[in-house]
């Protein structure tokens, strides 16, 4: 097997008093679709986070391409912080889908896409819209360029928030629960784009309450329980029978949400 | 007592050399509260914590009393501290501190409303912290704040007849005195109404219309 696109060893996080990481050892694999599942505050939101910096780790390291994210383990395990400069070039490989969108309501589809390509690539600003352009017409958005994040759907904004992940043209693209703040018919149009991008071989690590997308499109499952990796393998590994108690669990509660095929 | 017309047409042009006096005032202390305030938010949200501590209790003092007993010690306490002011810059001064310690919090609360989310959103694709700040929690925030922010220019033009008390020369000290040389108190003071009413009418206009331009900004629910 090639070599992982991020490696996770010993991986610990807490908030506060509260350890919400206990533990975490993690390949993922290149060109592939990782689903991170579990019941909710297994930590699966805070692994990912934490791969994107958003949360600085309590412990342990995270390699992007063996880089080292955010901070640098010396030999005795000591962490030093790695300056800012850095720890913007190891995230420039990584791209990151959120929950709730987040656009930035104040520019339209095509300056959303094509805001960090201005500045912080520094590329003109018909180059840059041109780049994002081809983007948004991946989403298929092109003609929804002038838009303003309220005049789209929630489907819509999430398609645009991909695309402007996928400007910077990033090696890992990671998805926070990209449908779970949509209603049901809008999370098609988002799942059809995200298999898109994993059709194309995008390294992609999806935490995702839709069971039936992780059976379906990952290629490696990996189940969390209070903050600790309790399976990991592929789809047929993991939800195939005998199947570990604590998943029977929680794939019951799933029914609605396209386990059924599961059990 | 009647009300007489012709009294307000005799004295037209010192009146409206008072109201041109008012409009300045407001406008510059406006902007200069808008700015000093807007220093004291960023400072309280991005300075060190004693700093943002002290500023606190300073916004805390200037909003705890009243703009004309602020405005009495700046320009009669003045100069028990060397201060010397003539009533002109003393109103605008005070009329500057006054305002900025409220739109310091409507600033102060406008950083907060922008979502997290959108600022680590910035984080992800690699802009800076300058470059967070400038080009998206600045916009976000100036559509925000808009509304309070035109709401608290309204009340400034309202707290520039206080002025007339340390003799600034604007509207309510003029129309006034013409009142009480003629007698004429019911005409000034419905006078005076007249022009703040159409004056804040106005602000509160611009206000709308800037409101409208930004509305496709609107946040939506996320």
Known sequence: MSHPAVTIRGLHKSFGAVEVLRGIDLDIPRAQVTCLIG????????????????EETSSGSILID?????????????????????IRAARRKIGMVFQQFNLWPHMTALGNV???LKTVQKLGRREAEDRA??????????????????????GQQQRVAIARALALEPEIMLFDEPTSSLDPELTGEVLNVMR?????????????????????????????????????????????KPRHPRLDQFLETYLDRGAAMLL | MRFDPALIIHHLPSILSGLSVTILTWLIGTIGAVLVGFVIASSRRFGPRPLGMALGAIVEVIRGTPFLIQLFLLYFGGPYIGLFLDPLPAGLLGLTVYGSAYFSEIFRGGFEAVPVGHIEAAECVGLNRF????????????????????????????ETAVLSIITVPELTMIVSAIGSEYYAF????????????????????????????LS???LSAS
């Open chain 1, 66 to 86: 063996d880089a080292p994210l955010g901070f640098r383990t010396h030999a005795d395990g000591s962490r030093t912080r790695l300056p800012a400069a850095d």
């Open chain 1, 39 to 54: 019941p909710s505050g297994s930590g699966k939101s805070t692994l990912l986070r934490c791969m994107a910096f958003l």
């Open chain 2, 186 to 213: 019911v005409e000034s003071l419905f006078l005076l109404a007249l022009f703040y009413w159409a004056l804040v009418e106005l602000c509160g206009f611009l206000g709308r219309k800037a409101e409208e331009k």
């Open chain 1, 196 to 240: 898109a991008l994993a059709d194309d071989g995008m390294t992609m690590v999806v935490v995702s309450h839709e069971i039936g997308f992780s059976a379906s499109v990952g290629q490696k499952i990996a189940f969390l329980d209070q903050g600790q990796l309790l399976l990991t393998g592929t789809p047929t590994e993991v939800f195939g």
């Open chain 2, 216 to 218: 496709h900004f609107r």
């Open chain 1, 114 to 116: 094509s805001e960090a």
């Open chain 2, 131 to 158: 470059q967070i700040v400038k080009r998206i929690l600045l916009p976000e925030m100036s559509m925000l704040v808009l509304p309070s922010a035109v709401n608290m220019a309204i009340l400034l033009i309202k």
């Open chain 1, 133 to 154: 352009m081809v983007q948004l017409k991946k989403v298929g958005l092109a003609e929804r360029a002038d838009h303003f994040p309220s005049q789209l759907s929630g």
